[in-house]
């Protein structure tokens, strides 16, 4: 489906492509459509915005001494993804 940056639609287009049309116009298209001779607009109510634009940044510690490859952590890691299979296995 390719739409231009303004469009209009029949309220029938717009039941068929709902979830496409509300898309475009969160990315700052410009939709509009007539239902009984009226026009509406589809208009997000904070904005346009990408979905980048809304992420929020989160934020990681980790400590400088840090070692992944440390075998004493290797083995710990391990323990707990274990006891995890075993818990979902166990499910089943």
């Known amino acids: 489906m390719c739409y231009h940056s303004r469009m209009e639609v029949s309220i029938t287009e717009l039941r068929k492509d709902i979830f496409a049309l ?3 116009a969160a990315e700052g298209k410009d939709i509009r459509f007539t239902h009984k001779g009226r026009r ?4 997000p109510e904070d904005g346009v915005g990408d979905k980048l634009s809304r992420l929020t940044p989160l934020q990681v510690f980790v400590d400088e001494d840090f070692d992944p490859n440390d075998p004493a952590f290797k083995a710990e890691w391990m323990a ?3 006891k995890e299979w075993e818990k ?3 499910q089943i």
Do not use: A, P
Request: net charge negative.
């Open 22 to 24: 509300v898309s475009q």
């Open 40 to 43: 509406f607009r589809i208009v």
């Open 80 to 82: 707990e993804v274990e």
């Open 88 to 90: 979902d296995w166990s």
